[in-house]
């Protein structure tokens, strides 16, 4: 497993933007397949943006077109820039890894962040 520490989320105000960060540590960083989730209070948690090996990168539908999910090898870092944010993506964000399994399943994910909070102001 690596070990993953989120950083980012902030108070801002609708139509604003942020760019969560989420640090890995070990040395696998790119055998794994990456994702952001995210939980608002009394709800489950839901599926973000997955970024796979090979690159490729699903969106929930109501992050589609504002998110983006990207990847530095390099850094062992997992980005997620979010634009025109809204008062409904005000939540926890969590970056989980994987190895297999369903890209929008957190059961598919073995290893998960502590969290960032975004809160996002009408």
């Known amino acids: 497993q690596v070990q993953l520490v989120e950083s980012g989320g902030g108070l801002v105000q609708a139509g604003d933007s942020l760019r969560l960060s989420c640090a890995a540590s070990?040395?696998?960083?790119?055998?794994?397949?990456w994702a952001w989730f995210r939980q608002a209070p009394g709800k489950e948690r839901e599926f973000v943006a997955s970024?796979?090996?090979?690159?490729?990168?699903y969106y929930a539908e109501s992050v589609k077109g504002r998110f983006t999910i990207s990847r530095d090898n390099a850094k062992n870092t997992v980005y997620l820039q979010m634009n025109s944010l809204r008062p409904d993506d005000t939540a926890v964000y969590y970056c989980?890894?994987?190895?297999?399994?369903?890209?929008?399943?957190?059961?598919?994910?073995?290893?998960w962040g502590q969290g960032t909070r975004v809160t996002v102001s009408s």
């Open positions: 070990g040395r696998t960083f790119s055998s794994y397949a």
């Open positions: 989980a890894a994987r190895l297999s399994g369903s890209y929008s399943s957190p059961l598919s994910y073995a290893s």
């Open positions: 970024i796979t090996l090979s690159w490729s990168v």
